[in-house]
């Protein structure tokens, strides 16, 4: 066990997550940015004692960090909620195969959108991929609960997901710092049955999990990471993450069944303490995940009304939920956001702009050319579509004006294979590489084009020219559009008009980052 010291430190969710970590012998962490994830690896990456990386996606990142639990090590994934989808191959697989050392997977959902396309509640995850998920209500929890993962991994041989919010993520609390323990690495052990996962093996572990599930049901019923704070009687409150800690502020004396080992769920629990208060109410954040289950078993609550499924919970509507009333959002008034000053993608949406295209856009800084002044994105779905949409949208309108926008890092991360794709079917187009030599969108983290690690080493750096030219493109250009906007004019003009699959590489570093071309 770890010795109580006196230090403490105010830490945010995140880096109380990964200090916590690291006290419970954390060794191989992966991830790609992603807010309000980015700051896990970017806090882990301190640590010597720790193998981490910045992968390419997060289904590569997912993979990578699997991998070495299966090695024996207690190993680490981290995502948002989005970056989720990228990784639900392996991630679905991971569950019938079991582990060998601790595997948590930390996903950071985003309610209210504050940087994300959509909202999505990652508990649905755990009742599909069959699954435990923690949630914790504070960054001290954060610390805590990840250890406990661990623990609860290896225990019941199972990847664990542990569920952050952005609020949690982001909010800060002074945290007690305790010392590193290590966990012995376990043998890399030849296991056909447990980790090939042809029909005939899966068909046997299926089984496995279910036990599992049963296993893991009864645990949640013993759980600490689940408890029962006895107030009043006439008022008591199921709930979980940021929302209890809402509530407890407003609602100190009320009783309450705080989850944070939120699935399997704990029906003996929920049914003695929803019987033991006169009203009970389910205050949770999205989706009425417990509100559902709840129903199934036959127990007299309340719930918040639907008009607060969209958004964040905020302080403010607690008193609101547990009176019935319905969402009333006041509206606030603020700059919308917009690309920096000097931004070299500014160029580029002027010239698009200037042009009337139809532009096919993408995930990253250069969304905030669909604003105005410029108002020259016109899709933006998910990372990699504006390879892609490009090509599906001139498909459908072979004679429109179509081009398609990407980032570097995103180009990395998903459009390669749309590039190799429109290649092979023989589709035509322009596709733009908007080259800012970083990921900026979550504050400048290194990529396998830029040439560092994500300590700052050097490694090798992926040349994206060659790398379009070894995907099929026919013509691929790569150029400063700082330097001369009348050649980068003429440039764009000769190869939109061209029959051919182009790519122009726009190459001109972040103005917030000290980085040479």
């Known amino acids: ?15 109380a997550l990964a200090y916590g970590a690291w006290e419970a012998g954390l060794k191989v962490a992966c991830a790609y940015p992603g807010t309000p994830s980015t700051e896990i690896l ?185 408890k029962v704070e006895v107030g009043s009687k006439s008022l008591g409150f199921v709930t979980s993450s940021v929302s209890y800690s809402y509530l407890k502020e407003q609602y100190p004396e009320a009783s309450y069944l705080k989850l944070g080992f939120t699935y399997p769920f704990c029906d003996d629990k929920i049914r003695q303490f929803s019987k033991s208060i006169r009203k009970c109410i389910v205050v949770e954040e999205l989706d009425p995940f417990l509100e559902e289950h709840m129903k199934t078993l036959g127990v007299k609550f309340t719930a918040k009304d639907p008009s607060f499924r969209l958004g964040e919970l905020l302080p403010d509507y607690m008193k609101a939920i547990v009176e019935g009333q319905i969402k009333k959002v006041k509206p606030v008034k603020s700059r919308p956001p917009r690309m920096c000053p000097g931004c070299p993608h500014w160029i580029t949406f002027s010239v698009l702009k200037k042009l009337g295209f139809f532009v096919a856009g993408d995930i990253g800084c250069y969304t905030l050319g669909a604003l105005p002044p410029t108002s020259a994105l016109h899709s933006c779905v998910c990372m990699g579509a504006g390879v892609t949409f490009n090509e599906g949208l001139r498909r459908a309108h072979p004679e429109d004006k179509i081009v398609g926008v990407v980032g570097d890092s995103t180009f990395v991360h998903s459009g390669i294979t749309g590039l190799v794709n429109a290649a092979y079917n023989k589709a035509k187009g322009v596709i733009f590489i908007l080259d800012n030599r970083t990921t900026a969108m979550t504050g400048g983290q290194n990529h396998p084009a830029t040439g560092l690690t994500i300590r700052d080493e050097p490694t090798k750096e992926l040349d994206l020219k060659k790398l379009c030219e ?6 691929v250009d790569q150029i400063d559009p700082t330097g001369n906007l009348k050649e980068y004019e003429t440039l764009v003009a000769e190869r939109i008009a061209a029959d051919a699959l182009s790519v122009i590489i726009s190459k001109h570093p972040c103005k917030l980052i000290k980085r040479n071309i």
């Open 1 to 15: 066990m770890a010795k109580k010291t006196t230090d403490k430190a105010f830490l945010s969710g995140n880096e």
């Open 42 to 226: 970017e806090n882990l990456s301190k640590f010597k004692e720790i193998d981490t990386q910045w992968s390419v996606n997060e289904k590569v990142a997912y993979e990578v960090a699997f991998a070495a639990s299966v090695g024996g090590v207690r190993s680490l994934f981290a995502c948002k909620h989005v970056g989720l989808n990228v990784a639900m191959d392996p991630l679905m697989t991971s569950s019938y195969t079991g582990v060998n050392g601790g595997f948590v997977v930390v996903v950071c959902d985003d309610p209210g959108m504050h940087s994300s396309q959509n909202e999505q509640d990652t508990r649905w995850v755990g009742i599909y991929s069959k699954m435990p998920i923690l949630e914790p209500a504070s960054p001290a929890e954060a610390k805590f609960f990840v250890g406990e993962a661990f623990t609860i991994s290896e225990r019941f041989d199972t990847p664990v997901i542990l569920r952050m919010t952005t609020r949690i993520s982001h909010s800060k609390e002074d945290v007690e710092l305790k010392t590193r323990v290590e966990a012995p690495p376990k043998p890399l052990e030849k296991d056909i049955r447990k980790y090939v996962m042809v029909p005939g093996n899966a068909r046997i572990r299926h089984e496995v999990v279910e036990k599992r599930l049963v296993k893991l049901k009864a645990f949640a019923e013993k759980t600490k990471l689940n």
């Open 470 to 475: 070894a995907c099929g493109a026919d013509y």
